[in-house]
Each structure stands twice: as structure tokens, then as C-alpha cells.
């Protein structure tokens, strides 16, 4: 019932930017966490950015400085703004948030079917 769909990935050169959306629909009664994470070809999954209900922000160290996670409650969705993008940025970027559907439920943890994100001159 509940999905996560993102959007705005694409090819960028070096040097660019990009900014990626997320959001949440369905049977939602509310919204904990969200972030970003990314995984590239035969890697892991990696935690990029988080951001919590009251604005509280935690990112990796490789994209310090140079991304920036926001969230409108009001819309359920996250965003990730990516300045300074590199080649080593080049991922699957998946969208994630920790959910209720309802005041008699537990909280739950969803992911989207994620947005490509291409770093190349």
C-alpha cells in the first residue's frame, strides 16, 4: 500500500549538480526518518544522507559539503540536492523512510525502486 518513487537521477557531467526527490503515498499515517542511500555495481548499499522528522540531519563523509537533504512533511516528501558531483557519486540512489499506517501499528521500513544517478565526462 505504501510506495516511495523517485525521481530526478540522470547523467551529469563532473563538477554538475543534480537534485532528487522522493515521495511517499498510500496509506500513510506518519513519517519518521527518510534518506538516501546508493549502491553502486557490485557493491553494498550506502547510507548517503538521513533526516529525521525535526530537521536533524546525518550524511557520509564522502558527500559532506557537497549534498544537502531536505524534507516537506506536508508533501511526505525528501530531497537530495547534489553539488560537486564526482564519478565516484555514479549509483543506484534509493529513497528510504520508516512509516506507520495507522495509530495501531508498528513503525515499518520501505524502500523506492531507486533513480540512477550517472558522474561522466
Known amino acids: 500500500q505504501v510506495q516511495l518513487v523517485e525521481s530526478g537521477g540522470g547523467l551529469v557531467q563532473p563538477g554538475g549538480s543534480l537534485r532528487l526527490s522522493c515521495s511517499a503515498s498510500?496509506?500513510?499515517?506518519?513519517?519518521?526518518?527518510m534518506g538516501w542511500y546508493r549502491q553502486a555495481p557490485g557493491k553494498q548499499r550506502d547510507l548517503v544522507a538521513t533526516?529525521?522528522?525535526?530537521?536533524?540531519?546525518n550524511y557520509a563523509d564522502s558527500v559532506k559539503g557537497r549534498f544537502t537533504i531536505s524534507r516537506d512533511n506536508a508533501k511526505n516528501t525528501v530531497y537530495l540536492q547534489m553539488n560537486s558531483l564526482k564519478p565516484e557519486d555514479t549509483a543506484v540512489y534509493y529513497c528510504?523512510?520508516?512509516?506507520?499506517?495507522?495509530?495501531?501499528?508498528?513503525?515499518?521500513?520501505?524502500w523506492g525502486q531507486g533513480t540512477q544517478v550517472t558522474v561522466s565526462s
Open positions: 533526516i529525521t522528522s525535526f530537521g536533524s540531519t
Open positions: 528510504n523512510a520508516d512509516i506507520r499506517v495507522n495509530l495501531g501499528r508498528s513503525w515499518s521500513n520501505y
Open positions: 498510500g496509506s500513510i499515517f506518519n513519517i519518521n526518518a
